[in-house]
């Protein structure tokens, strides 16, 4: 079992190209375990890579919007401008993306609760434990029967 410091040193050095015996000879492991830990680094993607992946991901109606709490803009989360600014500290090859302007997020908006007041989707704005949701459910349900209720009582009357 090898320290965690020196499979991440492995993990970098063999994401740098260097061969295993370079690799055995600066971290002092056996070929085996160097061998083990650069499979896995092969496998497993960077965080350049991972990062990469999250940007280049596109900004539909079912996304989270909210306040990025690195930058404070009202954005589809992650916030792809901070992600692109993080890939490039790490990457020597700048990435640009088509970030959403706030006016493009709102419109966004807009339509996702136009849809759900239509009755098409059904947006979950709330962070509910399950027994929470239920009482809350329970409640929606009767004020709603009361609305209903109110209306008919109100058209009779008309």
Known sequence: MLLPEIQKRIVKLTRARM?????????????????????????????????????????????VFGRCPTC?????????????????????????????????????????GQSASQGKVAVDTLCLRPAERKRYEVIRRRKEAEAAQRELCNSEYV
Do not use: D, F, W
């Not at 492991?29 to 990062?51: C, E």
């Not at 993306?97 to 706030?102: D, F, G, N, Q, V």
């Open 72 to 112: 404070g803009a009202l954005c589809a989360l992650p916030c792809k401008v901070c992600l692109t600014k993080q890939y490039n500290e790490l990457c020597e090859q700048p990435v640009h993306t088509e970030s959403c302007s706030e006016s493009e997020v709102i419109q966004m908006l807009e339509s996702v």
């Open 19 to 63: 061969s295993e015996a370079e690799i055995c000879r600066q971290t002092g492991a056996s070929h085996n375990a160097v061998r083990r830990m650069m499979k896995i680094a092969r496998r497993r993607p960077s965080i350049v890579q991972r990062l990469a992946k999250i940007i280049q991901a596109p900004v539909t109606e079912q996304s």
